[in-house]
């Protein structure tokens, strides 16, 4: 192994050599850089070699090259390329390359040695790499494309592109992104072609000389591949993905044209057909606007266009009428709705076409679920609450075992103060699985607390505090005791406390919130949060070290706090975490008492 590493710095001399004579380096330098790639060197060639040292390798030897670019550039000394930077460059491609051969399913270090080869501009290494990297990485269609991108842009050479797209096809018969770059590529090519003839057109050369296929020009091959596509693959969106790409290209109108009709022939039934057909509505060209045009004909112009857009959508749920094309057409009036205009008029339209379609659907029993919350937005925004309290009932009944759609329902019902919410309330937790249920408790707590009486309100946490899911149990303790505090003050808040702290389960929000009760009186007493540290200390010591940390605090810095106790409360911690929490409130007791925390 001496003999091998041995040999590898020799071959270096001549370049440390040209390194020190041209100035670029200084010999202590030059001493400090053979001491370091000997090191190198004898990691790459033990008996047992890790990847990390490949890469550490590589990473010094870009760093010397960058290192050389920069002095180059500073002291403007151009010559002996060939001697230092190409033996450096041919350098690091062969250690990637015994990299790559060992672990040949590490992309990362393809891509790497990719990445390196275009920022050096070593085009011969790099055609090899993709060779050898598609070799043992045919699975992988990213890579095809790459590499074909790479030999059609950088290379330009669109028949290599072409057999990569072509050998790429035979391993992924049924990829669409291969088939859509392989279609973008051919018309960029056609393009490519077109713009040198017109070039040489423009100045009167002879074009004798000069080959330009005709079908390659009117884009014959991107057809033909799109054909065979649409044969493999089916469906409406992969269909369209042709289109968004055959619009970038301004020769290509026949061939949109043709994709049209293959969509409205092949997927006539397909819910993405109508909607597309329906928004090129939006995009169709209007007669010439002159530069002073108002805003009122601009608006009646913009309500034209979404006329025709809903009479194609109207066609639509006539001849599809299932919950998919509804979606579609339902999304796009909920859309224009919320797109700001000052026309009023618009505005106007908008908003009863968004209701008119809203309604249809609903009573077509074909709207989606997620569709009624932006139903009942509108409604609430337009000021239709009867409507909107209508709309959600119905909802809720419809999608029973919906946890969100009840809770959407009971939200609407608590913001009009709606006198039904305990009935649906009731019926809500009747469908919807206990363990589900604690957001429909919160939403009745709120409307209770805002319509009902005190004694009705506290028979209904009663009713909560005796709940069997532990979740509903602790958020009613939160909130009954936050309530208590507000409605009947501090000695309400302590009676209850006292009433609940042996009454499991507990949550630390309720514990902290006696706490800041507590600390938000006049007269606080030290005394009275002992004990509630202690309670809360009791149910949660062992797994919240930033409770230990308040409550020393708590002694430091009450006026009343005995600055004694908290060694015997630092001890009980250490006694009582478990686990990482040890470290966790080591670390923080040991930068609070810094002054750093």
């Not at 005709?214 to 992969?238: S, T």
């Not at 249809?360 to 409604?379: D, G, I, P, T």
């Not at 938000?520 to 540290?533: A, D, P, S």
């Amino acid at each position: 192994m001496a003999e091998i590493v041995q040999q590898r710095i020799e071959d270096r001399i001549p370049e440390l050599e040209q390194l020190e004579r041209v100035g670029l380096f200084t010999r202590k330098e030059v001493k400090a850089m053979v001491k370091k790639v000997s090191a190198l060197e004898y990691k790459l060639h033990r008996r047992i070699i890790s990847k990390e040292d490949f890469i550490t390798y590589i990473q010094y030897e870009i760093n010397v090259l960058e290192l050389i670019k920069k002095r180059r550039s500073r002291i403007g000394y151009t010559f002996k390329r060939e001697e230092i930077e190409f033996t450096i460059i041919h350098r690091i491609n062969n250690v990637f390359r015994r990299a790559t051969a060992k672990w040949k399913d590490d992309v990362q270090l393809w891509l790497s040695h990719i990445v390196f080869c275009k920022k050096w501009n070593t085009t011969t290494q790099l055609s090899k790499v993709f060779s050898s990297m598609l070799a043992i990485h045919p699975d992988k269609p990213a890579f095809w494309i790459m590499a074909a991108k790479w030999e059609m842009e950088d290379r330009t050479s669109s028949e290599s592109a072409r057999l990569l797209f072509l050998r790429a096809l035979r391993f992924h018969p049924d990829n669409q992104k291969l088939y859509q770059e392989y279609f973008r590529m051919e018309l960029m090519h056609a393009e490519k072609l077109r713009k040198e003839q017109k070039a040489l057109e423009q100045a009167k050369m002879d074009l004798g000389q000069y080959e330009f296929s005709e079908e390659i020009m009117k884009a014959e091959l991107a057809r033909v591949i799109y054909k065979d596509a649409i044969q493999k693959i089916k469906g409406a969106d992969f269909l369209l993905s042709f289109l968004a790409i055959a619009r970038l290209f301004d020769f290509t109108k026949e061939m949109q044209e043709e994709i049209l009709l293959d969509l409205q022939s092949l997927h006539a039934d397909d819910p993405l057909t109508w909607d597309f057909m329906a928004k090129r509505e939006l995009e169709a060209e209007s007669l010439p606007s002159s530069e002073h045009e108002s805003k009122q004909t601009k608006a009646l112009e913009v309500g034209r266009r979404e006329e025709r857009c809903c009479a194609v959508y109207e066609e639509a749920v006539t001849a599809v009428p299932t919950e998919a094309m509804w979606l579609r057409y339902v999304t796009f009036c909920y859309e224009r709705f919320k797109r700001k205009s000052n026309n009023e008029e618009l505005k106007q339209k908008r908003r009863e076409k968004a209701l008119a379609v809203f309604q249809r659907a609903h009573e077509s029993s074909l709207l989606a679920e997620s569709l009624y919350k932006q139903w009942l937005q509108v409604l609430l925004a337009v000021g239709l609450m009867d409507t909107a309290v209508e709309v959600a009932i119905a909802a809720a009944r419809r999608f029973s075992q919906s946890l969100d759609t009840w809770q959407s329902c009971l939200q609407v019902l608590v913001s009009v103060r709606s006198h039904d919410v305990p009935t649906l309330f009731e019926e809500a937790l009747a469908h919807i699985k206990p363990k589900e249920s604690l957001p429909l408790w919160l939403l009745r707590v709120e409307w209770t607390e805002e319509t009902q009486s005190l004694e009705d309100t506290e028979a209904f946490f009663q009713k909560g505090l005796l709940s069997l899911v532990p979740a509903i149990s602790v958020a009613m303790k939160e909130q009954y005791l936050d309530w208590c505090y507000r409605t009947g003050g501090v000695k309400k808040a302590k009676k209850v406390f006292t009433s609940l702290q042996e009454s499991r389960p507990f949550s630390l929000a309720f514990f902290q919130k006696m706490i800041k009760i507590e600390k938000e009186q006049e007269t606080c007493k030290m005394q009275n949060l002992r004990e509630y540290y202690e309670r809360a200390l009791r149910e949660f010591g062992s797994e919240e070290d930033n409770l230990w940390l308040d409550y020393i605090k708590e002694e430091l810095n009450h006026p009343q706090g005995k600055p004694e106790n908290c060694g015997k409360i630092h001890w009980r911690a250490m006694r009582v975490l478990q686990g990482e929490r040890v470290e966790s409130f080591i670390a923080k007791y040991t930068l609070s008492q810094t002054g750093h925390l």
